[in-house]
């Protein structure tokens, strides 16, 4: 029966604390309405007479806006705010307590103004920019009634056969740490309380923990990990989330030796909540609790219900094992009370902390119109974050393109792409809003819209012998390659590293006319470049890059801008290299920095990288000077400054990444060989210089030891500068 007298809802009063305002709701609440708070369904439909009919009972608590199972990987009829003010009136005017609805949608990198994909958003190094896009996407998301986004991912992902590497920052604990603090400050606000601006996200760290180890790049695969890599490597950017105040937290698919994430009470229970402190709310990934079943813990959903909320899942996404066990788990005493109260507790307290109760309808509570249409303010961010994506990876001289070169042939099957430009997880992102190679060239060339041929040619290069007779009759040829996006992202793991079927042999047809030839890399994941860097005289890699694509990839290859991005993860020189990151530990036979094929690993191929991470080039030269540090010893507790000299000494502007990289040779387990600690940006002049100054404080150089604690040693760790993983030179500290 609907309440009328407001007086009968104490817990309306928004001058209450919000943790009073949750326990008078939780006073009066039913178990079958507990149970509701904690029943995530999917599509939440006021038009559905089931859908509505749960929602009076009060049997609902979330629901989540996505096309299935996979829906990164689908078109999507987008969110309307109508639809879902609709469902939520039935919530807050129909239901006993008119608790409402918290809206998820899965806003990955961007809503109606796409960004670069994360790993692309990763390349930029730039946290602030990071922090600026995932605000614009929470402001666009917020005004089509959507409060909950699944991001950040910060699954470290070594293994480029995977294909959710797109939607990660790449494999280091430190970028994706701050790059995911970043998102969760630009979706939730800077401070605790900015979350009830009704243009504000609650954010969820994703996946928790180890699912970017799937055995074999397998998406949903089993997971073997120690507690040192865990602890040293993939807990890290999640604490990193935590820390930054994210809302949400969610389980991974994946097992950890053994034990599903989604009923695994000691890195749930003891340490996300308990070494931790997080108080949000932990969320079951898709079907994640009744899957417990399929990995073999759990006989059937009940007994997986039981699992996980004991476990710590608050909050079970689509599998209905909550809805239709819980309630009768907790009569039988099977599942406690408390156990219980303490899931509903996090999620009330969220929905009143995102001010829902007293703002519960997009349309009267968003700051934003209706359909929230990309702005010239909004694409403006997305051209910063697409050209800080573009990373040039090869250059003999051919770049920057000059405009005024009498011909150019376009080539490959991005040129006139809008759509497969998005990257995975655009759900609301639509192709006519992406501004495509073809249209960016022409207006960089100032050639008329539809006009082709003499200075520009634009082919798809179906026909590698059409391309080939056209790259004879112009000055450069641009070749626009690489993976659709539905080849990365969720569920899409490969085998080959390689570019997709045939275009190596279009690109061979061109190299075979002996111009100059750039080629342009679209791509979700690290590929085997080896053949590419052959073949053509500059190679660059732009991710899938959002709406401002082409725009961003003229203006860097025309020089217009300086490229500035830098490889987030390494580039393996194939697949059986495969894993091949930054974080391999020493062994007792370490292969030397510069080895031939006699002291390296493999009998048929060199062992490192091919392109290592940090890498990225820009249309200048800079030099490294050695670092030298402040003083020879740092006392525990205290810090010491790391300085470097950087020189520009070509004849155009370096927007320079200067790394900081840390050894730690004597430790109480086997630390990574180099692990990224730090970077500067900084912009050197033609010919200017600039000493780069770190202050490294000695809680830097903490690791998780034998026993799994934090902890930092006293002796010797060495600081490492350059301008990549591949090429550091190292200065000694002694911690005393
Ligand atoms: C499954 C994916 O693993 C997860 O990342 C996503 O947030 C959910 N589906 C919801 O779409």
Same mark, same amino acid.
């Given at each position: 029966?609907?309440?009328?007298?407001?007086?009968?809802?104490?817990?309306?009063?928004?001058?209450?604390?919000?943790?009073?305002?949750?326990?008078?709701?939780?006073?009066?609440?039913?178990?079958?309405?507990?149970?509701?708070?904690?029943?995530?369904?999917?599509?939440?439909?006021?038009?559905?007479?089931?859908?509505?009919?749960?929602?009076?009972?009060?049997?609902?608590?979330?629901?989540?806006?996505?096309?299935?199972?996979?829906?990164?990987?689908?078109?999507?009829?987008?969110?309307?705010?109508?639809?879902?003010?609709?469902?939520?009136?039935?919530?807050?005017?129909?239901?006993?307590?008119?608790?409402?609805?918290?809206?998820?949608?899965?806003?990955?990198?961007?809503?109606?103004?796409?960004?670069?994909?994360?790993?692309?958003?990763?390349?930029?190094?730039?946290?602030?920019?990071?922090?600026?896009?995932?605000? !614009?996407?929470? /402001? +666009?998301?917020?005004? &089509? #009634? *959507?409060?909950?986004?699944?991001?950040?991912? @910060?699954?470290?992902?070594? $293994?480029?056969?995977?294909?959710?590497?797109?939607?990660?920052?790449?494999?280091?604990?430190?970028?994706?740490?701050?790059?995911?603090?970043?998102?969760?400050?630009?979706?939730?606000?800077?401070?605790?309380?900015?979350?009830?601006?009704?243009?504000?996200?609650?954010?969820?760290?994703?996946?928790?923990?180890?699912?970017?180890?799937?055995?074999?790049?397998?998406?949903?695969?089993?997971?073997?990990?120690?507690?040192?890599?865990?602890?040293?490597?993939?807990?890290?950017?999640?604490?990193?989330?935590?820390?930054?105040?994210?809302?949400?937290?969610?389980?991974?698919?994946?097992?950890?030796?053994?034990?599903?994430?989604?009923?695994?009470?000691?890195?749930?229970?003891? !340490?996300?909540? /308990? +070494?931790?402190?997080? &108080? #949000? *709310?932990?969320?079951?990934?898709?079907?994640? @609790?009744?899957?417990?079943? $399929?990995?073999?813990?759990?006989?059937?959903?009940?007994?997986?219900?039981?699992?996980?909320?004991?476990?710590?899942?608050?909050?079970?996404?689509?599998?209905?094992?909550?809805?239709?066990?819980?309630?009768?788990?907790?009569?039988?005493?099977?599942?406690?009370?408390?156990?219980?109260?303490?899931?509903?507790?996090?999620?009330?307290?969220?929905?009143?902390?995102?001010?829902?109760?007293?703002?519960?309808?997009?349309?009267?509570?968003?700051?934003?119109?209706?359909?929230?249409?990309?702005?010239?303010?909004?694409?403006?961010?997305?051209?910063?974050?697409?050209?800080?994506?573009?990373?040039?990876?090869?250059?003999?001289?051919?770049?920057?393109?000059?405009?005024?070169?009498?011909?150019?042939?376009?080539?490959?099957?991005?040129?006139?792409?809008?759509?497969?430009?998005?990257?995975?997880?655009?759900?609301?992102?639509?192709?006519?809003?992406?501004?495509?190679?073809?249209?960016?060239?022409?207006?960089?060339?100032?050639?008329?819209?539809?006009?082709?041929?003499?200075?520009?040619?634009?082919?798809?290069?179906?026909?590698?012998?059409?391309?080939?007779?056209?790259?004879?009759?112009?000055?450069?040829?641009?070749?626009?390659?690489?993976?659709?996006?539905?080849?990365?992202?969720?569920?899409?793991?490969?085998?080959?590293?390689?570019?997709?079927?045939?275009?190596?042999?279009?690109?061979?047809?061109?190299?075979?006319?002996?111009?100059?030839?750039?080629?342009?890399?679209?791509?979700?994941?690290?590929?085997?470049?080896?053949?590419?860097?052959?073949?053509?005289?500059?190679?660059?890699?732009?991710?899938?890059?959002?709406?401002?694509?082409?725009?961003?990839?003229?203006?860097?290859?025309?020089?217009?801008?300086?490229?500035?991005?830098?490889?987030?993860?390494?580039?393996?020189?194939?697949?059986?290299?495969?894993?091949?990151?930054?974080?391999?530990?020493?062994?007792?036979?370490?292969?030397?920095?510069?080895?031939?094929?006699?002291?390296?690993?493999?009998?048929?191929?060199?062992?490192?990288?091919?392109?290592?991470?940090?890498?990225?080039?820009?249309?200048?030269?800079?030099?490294?000077?050695?670092?030298?540090?402040?003083?020879?010893?740092?006392?525990?507790?205290?810090?010491?400054?790391?300085?470097?000299?950087?020189?520009?000494?070509?004849?155009?502007?370096?927007?320079?990444?200067?790394?900081?990289?840390?050894?730690?040779?004597?430790?109480?387990?086997?630390?990574?060989?180099?692990?990224?600690?730090?970077?500067?940006?900084?912009?050197?002049?033609?010919?200017?210089?600039?000493?780069?100054?770190?202050?490294?404080?000695?809680?830097?150089?903490?690791?998780?030891?034998?026993?799994?604690?934090?902890?930092?040693?006293?002796?010797?760790?060495?600081?490492?500068?350059?301008?990549?993983?591949?090429?550091?030179?190292?200065?000694?500290?002694?911690?005393?």
């Amino acid at each position: 029966m609907p309440a009328t007298d407001p007086t009968a809802r104490p817990w309306l009063d928004a001058a209450l604390p919000v943790d009073t305002r949750v326990e008078l709701l939780l006073a009066v609440m039913t178990t079958a309405e507990k149970v509701g708070q904690l029943h995530q369904v999917a599509n939440l439909d006021a038009d559905d007479p089931d859908d509505v009919a749960t929602l009076v009972a009060g049997g609902v608590g979330s629901s989540l806006y996505a096309s299935g199972a996979t829906a990164g990987n689908e078109r999507d009829p987008g969110v309307r705010r109508e639809a879902v003010d609709a469902a939520q009136r039935v919530a807050v005017e129909r239901s006993r307590l008119g608790i409402p609805v918290l809206v998820a949608r899965d806003v990955v990198h961007g809503h109606r103004t796409v960004f670069p994909i994360p790993l692309g958003l990763a390349a930029s190094f730039d946290d602030g920019l990071v922090e600026r896009a995932a605000a !614009v996407a929470a /402001g +666009e998301a917020a005004a &089509d #009634g *959507v409060r909950w986004t699944f991001a950040p991912m @910060v699954d470290l992902s070594e $293994d480029p056969r995977w294909g959710r590497v797109a939607e990660s920052f790449g494999e280091s604990p430190v970028l994706s740490g701050r790059l995911g603090a970043a998102f969760v400050r630009g979706l939730q606000g800077p401070s605790a309380d900015d979350l009830a601006d009704a243009g504000r996200l609650a954010g969820c760290a994703k996946h928790f923990v180890g699912y970017g180890l799937a055995a074999g790049g397998r998406d949903y695969d089993t997971v073997s990990v120690g507690e040192n890599t865990l602890r040293n490597l993939h807990l890290r950017p999640f604490r990193a989330a935590v820390d930054a105040g994210v809302a949400t937290v969610m389980a991974g698919f994946n097992d950890v030796d053994g034990t599903p994430m989604h009923a695994h009470p000691r890195l749930l229970r003891d !340490v996300l909540r /308990g +070494e931790w402190g997080f &108080d #949000g *709310v932990v969320v079951a990934d898709w079907l994640g @609790v009744a899957q417990l079943v $399929d990995q073999g813990v759990a006989a059937d959903a009940r007994e997986a219900a039981a699992l996980a909320i004991t476990s710590g899942v608050d909050v079970d996404m689509v599998s209905g094992a909550y809805a239709a066990h819980l309630e009768s788990l907790v009569d039988d005493g099977t599942v406690a009370t408390e156990v219980l109260d303490a899931s509903v507790r996090r999620v009330l307290r969220l929905k009143l902390r995102l001010g829902l109760f007293e703002r519960p309808y997009a349309a009267t509570s968003s700051p934003y119109p209706a359909t929230s249409e990309p702005t010239d303010a909004t694409r403006a961010v997305a051209l910063e974050a697409a050209r800080a994506a573009h990373v040039v990876v090869k250059n003999d001289g051919v770049l920057p393109l000059r405009a005024d070169a009498t011909s150019y042939l376009l080539t490959g099957p991005f040129v006139e792409e809008g759509e497969a430009l998005l990257g995975t997880w655009t759900l609301d992102g639509r192709g006519d809003d992406v501004v495509t190679p073809s249209a960016a060239f022409r207006h960089r060339l100032g050639i008329a819209d539809d006009a082709t041929g003499e200075r520009l040619w634009v082919d798809d290069g179906r026909f590698a012998d059409r391309v080939q007779q056209r790259a004879r009759r112009c000055d450069v040829t641009v070749a626009l390659v690489g993976e659709h996006p539905w080849r990365s992202g969720e569920a899409n793991s490969v085998t080959d590293l390689g570019l997709p079927p045939g275009q190596l042999d279009v690109l061979r047809a061109l190299a075979a006319v002996g111009r100059p030839l750039v080629v342009v890399v679209y791509t979700g994941r690290p590929l085997d470049l080896g053949a590419v860097l052959e073949l053509a005289d500059a190679v660059t890699v732009v991710w899938h890059p959002g709406l401002e694509a082409g725009n961003a990839l003229a203006s860097v290859l025309f020089g217009d801008v300086e490229p500035s991005g830098r490889l987030p993860v390494t580039f393996p020189r194939s697949v059986g290299h495969v894993p091949t990151s930054t974080h391999q530990r020493p062994t007792g036979r370490p292969i030397p920095a510069a080895h031939d094929r006699r002291e390296g690993r493999y009998l048929d191929d060199l062992t490192g990288p091919r392109l290592p991470f940090g890498f990225g080039l820009s249309y200048t030269s800079v030099t490294y000077a050695a670092p030298t540090v402040s003083a020879a010893t740092a006392p525990l507790g205290g810090s010491v400054s790391v300085r470097v000299e950087v020189r520009n000494t070509g004849d155009r502007p370096a927007p320079e990444l200067v790394q900081l990289w840390l050894r730690d040779p004597v430790a109480q387990v086997t630390r990574p060989v180099a692990e990224l600690l730090d970077w500067r940006r900084v912009t050197l002049p033609p010919g200017g210089s600039r000493v780069v100054e770190f202050d490294v404080g000695t809680d830097a150089f903490t690791y998780a030891g034998r026993d799994g604690t934090a902890r930092v040693d006293r002796g010797e760790v060495v600081l490492l500068t350059g301008p990549h993983a591949g090429d550091l030179t190292p200065v000694t500290v002694t911690v005393v």
